[in-house]
C-alpha cells in the first residue's frame, strides 16, 4: 500500500451510539498511533502500539475508548456511547519502529457527534 | 513534568518576509526533535528531525531548524517564506533512550499574506 489509510473519512453519529474508526497502517511498520486533533487543541496522544509489546494507553481519556490492533496490522479505535466532546479528527500514523522515527499519517476520520 | 510548548497560535507575514517558530522543550535529557507540517486539506508531513550532531540542521521545503540545548528551543525558520507555506505547524519531541511515543506541541498556524 502506498500510505497510511484511514476510514471512513467522515462520521456522523447520533449522542450515545457506538462508533469504530478504522486504521491500515504502512505494510511492515510496527508502530502504529492513534492521535486525536480538536480545533485549538494541537494533536493529542491516545494510544500506541508496538509489535508484540502492551500498548500503551495512557492518553485514552475515558473508559468509552478502546482500540486493538489485530495481527500487528490494521487497528481499530472504538468509542462507546459517544458524546458532543468526541467530535474531533481522530489521525493515525505508523512507523518502522517507535522512538526516533518519521511518522506517515493517515488523512484522518472527521467524527461528528450530534 | 515532561512536556512541548509552542507559544505562538496564530502567525501571521508578509510573503517574501523571514519566519521563525519557536518550540520550547522540558526534558530531563535532550529528546530527539521534530517539525512536521499540516497543509490544508492535506496530511501531516515530516519537515526535519534533529537526534544529534550538527545543532541546524536542514529539511525539506527550505526550512530550517537550530537546536540550542541552553535554551530547550528548537525553533523553526525560513529565510523568504511562500504563500503555499501557509499551514499548521507542530513541534514534536520523542525522549531519549528506548522506546517512547510521539508527543505533539499544541501547533502554530501561519498566515501567509500577499
Known amino acids: 500500500g502506498a500510505g497510511v489509510s484511514q476510514s471512513p473519512s467522515n462520521k456522523v453519529t447520533e449522542k450515545g451510539k457506538d462508533v469504530e474508526l478504522r486504521c491500515d497502517p504502512i505494510s511492515g511498520h510496527t508502530a502504529l498511533y492513534w492521535y486525536r486533533q480538536s480545533l485549538g487543541q494541537g494533536l493529542e496522544f491516545l494510544i500506541y502500539f508496538q509489535g508484540n509489546s502492551a500498548p500503551d494507553k495512557s492518553g485514552l481519556p475515558s473508559d468509552r475508548f478502546s482500540a486493538e490492533r489485530t495481527g500487528g496490522s490494521v487497528s481499530t479505535l472504538t468509542i462507546q456511547r459517544t458524546q458532543q466532546e468526541d467530535s474531533a479528527v481522530y489521525l493515525c500514523?505508523?512507523?518502522?519502529?517507535?522512538?526516533?522515527?518519521?511518522?506517515?499519517f493517515g488523512s484522518g476520520t472527521q467524527l461528528s457527534v450530534l | 513534568a515532561q512536556s512541548v510548548t509552542q507559544p505562538d497560535i496564530h502567525i501571521t507575514v508578509s510573503e517574501g518576509a523571514s519566519l521563525e517558530l519557536r518550540c520550547n522543550y522540558s526534558?530531563?535529557?535532550?529528546?530527539?526533535l521534530f517539525w512536521y507540517v499540516q497543509s490544508p486539506g492535506q496530511g501531516l508531513q515530516l519537515l526535519l528531525k534533529y537526534f544529534s550532531g550538527d545543532t541546524l540542521v536542514q529539511g525539506i521545503k527550505g526550512f530550517e531548524a537550530e537546536f540550542k540545548r541552553s535554551q530547550s528551543s528548537f525553533n523553526l525558520r525560513k529565510p523568504s517564506v511562500h504563500w503555499s507555506d501557509a499551514a499548521e505547524y507542530f513541534c514534536a519531541v520523542v525522549p531519549s533512550g528506548g522506546y517512547q511515543k510521539v508527543t505533539f506541541g499544541t501547533g502554530t498556524k501561519l498566515q501567509v499574506i500577499p
Open positions: 526534558y530531563g535529557a535532550t529528546p530527539y
Open positions: 500514523a505508523s512507523s518502522r519502529r517507535t522512538g526516533p522515527e518519521k511518522l506517515f
